[in-house]
């Protein structure tokens, strides 16, 4: 490790051509000459991380766990209650952080994988970020009840985290649940294309 340099911890699902990867990988980027950088991925996908351009200068650290795939309200509630479950599982991720000793993890994960910080007291003394990427509560796929509990257990799983959304949608979404803690950070960064500046070729050629 670089000595002279403080260190950032990107912890992502995994590696591949997917939009949280492409904004993890610019952000090594930006801050290639000022943070020693590392990415932990949770997934080891061999032929998405093949796709991805990841520079010489971040070191990559993949483990393989198994995904839990229960989305239902009493999946969340059961990995929000279980602290000492994600503490056993995730150990050598969790030890592997602490060795490395970031200034700022950032995450881009699923929310429930925020677990694996909240369950480790070591974690909690460093910076934490959490990106969020998708409208995670809808009215569509839950009944007001379940809409209401899943408000409360996020609010449980983002209360340690400054939380950055990467649309409207998702920041209204999150103030609509009060979900962020209003002891941290809540920020709006688009990741969008500026369509006034980038036009249809169509377009182009009719103007």
């Not at 609010?155 to 979900?179: C, P």
Request: glycine share 4%; aromatic share 12%.
């Amino acid at each position: 490790m670089n000595q002279d340099k403080k260190i950032i911890v990107y912890l992502i699902g995994s590696l591949g051509l997917d939009g949280s990867s492409k904004i993890v990988l610019d952000l090594c980027v930006s801050f290639q000459d000022e943070y020693e950088l590392h990415i932990i991925t949770l997934k080891n996908n061999p032929e998405l991380f093949s796709l991805s351009i990841v520079p010489a200068y971040v070191k990559v650290h993949q483990f393989n766990f198994e995904e839990d795939l229960d989305y239902s309200l009493t999946g969340y509630v059961r990995n929000l209650l279980l602290k000492k479950k994600w503490n056993r599982k995730y150990s050598s991720l969790i030890d592997l952080i602490i060795r490395i000793n970031p200034v700022i993890i950032h995450c881009h994960a699923h929310p429930r994988d925020l677990m694996i910080i909240n369950s480790a007291r070591q974690l909690l003394g460093f910076g934490l970020l959490y990106t969020d990427h998708l409208t995670r509560i809808k009215q569509t796929e839950y009944s007001v009840f379940n809409r209401m509990a899943l408000g409360w257990v996020f609010r449980q799983m983002y209360q340690n985290f400054h939380v950055v959304a990467v649309s409207e949608s998702v920041f209204n979404y999150q103030q609509q649940f009060k979900i962020v803690s209003k002891k941290k950070l809540h920020l709006l960064v688009s990741n969008k294309v500026d369509t006034n500046f980038f036009v249809p070729m169509e377009k182009k050629r009719s103007d």
